[in-house]
């Protein structure tokens, strides 16, 4: 059975970085034309934090690269918007720039919205930043899919989002630091509401040890779980060094994929087929399985099924 991957959070591939200010529709096609070559259906294009403005400027231009090219409008099923409401905390901003990280606004939500021409379909915030879960409330109305991530919420700020329609954690494992609490720690909370929530994982052994991403998915099931690649230009290239929205990536033989001051991680390097690949071989599911985290659900996901 081969699977038709759905990714809900590709930042960039095959050394196109789809937050760079020289994305083209020739270099957009280019990257969608590798990605459907490595089994990729659709996926969303992400952008990342970073001053309003500049988010708005990247969002109009893959908007308009993006219909500019018969194969990224049938790829591109839409946009995910990785902040700007996280965290600015060491660790959890991750390799987001902790300076352009904000408080949840509603004006700036639109704005964003605006510059993505209808297109934005996932969005990244931090709960603990969106002031009585106003944003998710008009995020969820506007048919957008709210994810938590880069975030430090307490169990009750993420029971008020939920709530209020908020539906799926962002790479979780990942956008928080190094050491936690041994209990009252964000993976924790979030793996307790696990029924309540799409989890995504991002599964190339280098963000998540496999012993770890094991657990995680023996709780989460894989009716609630969901894989993404979290690509960046890397993607389907190889060690060597790499751009995101202006950043250098720094990419070892293992594929890891590190800021260049090798204090963190930024995005990946792996492949959907290589992390189904890796579901199957280092976690022994079946193709059923690996299915459902890596096409089914994500679709499910942005449905709205909860």
């Known amino acids: 059975m081969q699977t038709a991957f759905f990714d809900l959070q590709v930042n960039g591939y095959a050394a196109v970085d789809f937050n760079g200010d020289e994305l083209t529709a020739q270099s957009l096609h280019a990257a969608c034309q590798r990605m459907r070559g490595d089994?990729?259906?659709?996926?969303?294009?992400?952008?990342?934090?970073?001053?309003?403005?500049?988010?708005?400027r990247r969002l109009r231009r893959l908007a308009a690269c993006r219909a500019a090219d018969p194969l990224?409008?049938?790829m591109i099923a839409g946009i995910h918007v990785e902040g700007p409401f996280i965290s600015a905390e060491a660790g959890y901003v991750g390799a987001h720039p902790p300076a352009a990280a904000c408080p949840a606004s509603r004006d700036a939500a639109a704005r964003l919205l605006d510059a993505g021409d209808g297109l934005v379909r996932l969005l990244t915030l931090a709960p603990e930043r969106d002031a009585d879960a106003a944003v998710t409330r008009f995020?969820?109305?506007?048919?957008?899919?709210?994810?938590?991530?880069h975030a430090n919420p307490s169990g009750d700020e993420l029971l008020r989002s939920i709530d209020a329609g908020l539906s799926m954690f962002t790479h979780l494992g990942n956008g928080c630091p190094l050491l936690l609490h041994r209990h009252d720690n964000i993976i924790q909370r979030v793996l307790s509401l696990a029924d309540r929530l799409w989890i995504c994982f991002i599964a190339d052994g280098v963000h998540v040890p496999f012993t770890a991403l094991q657990n995680?998915?023996?709780?989460v099931g894989s009716q609630r779980a969901i894989v993404v690649s979290d690509a960046v230009a890397a993607a389907g290239m190889g060690p060597?060094?790499?751009k995101l929205a202006g950043q250098q990536v720094v990419v070892d033989e293992r594929l890891a994929?590190?800021?260049?001051?090798?204090?963190?991680l930024v995005g990946s390097a792996c492949t959907m087929r290589q992390m189904a690949e890796n579901l199957r071989r280092r976690l022994g599911m079946s193709p059923e399985e690996v299915e459902r985290l890596t096409s089914t659900n994500?679709?499910?996901?942005?449905?709205?099924?909860?």
Do not use: K
């Open 139 to 149: 995020l969820v109305d506007r048919g957008v899919c709210v994810s938590a991530g």
């Open 298 to 306: 994500p679709r499910a996901a942005l449905a709205g099924d909860r």
């Open 240 to 242: 060597g060094l790499y």
């Open 257 to 264: 994929t590190w800021a260049a001051d090798r204090s963190h």
């Open 216 to 219: 995680y998915l023996q709780i």
């Open 39 to 56: 089994g990729v259906e659709q996926f969303l294009a992400t952008i990342i934090t970073d001053d309003l403005e500049t988010m708005e």
């Open 72 to 74: 990224a409008t049938s």
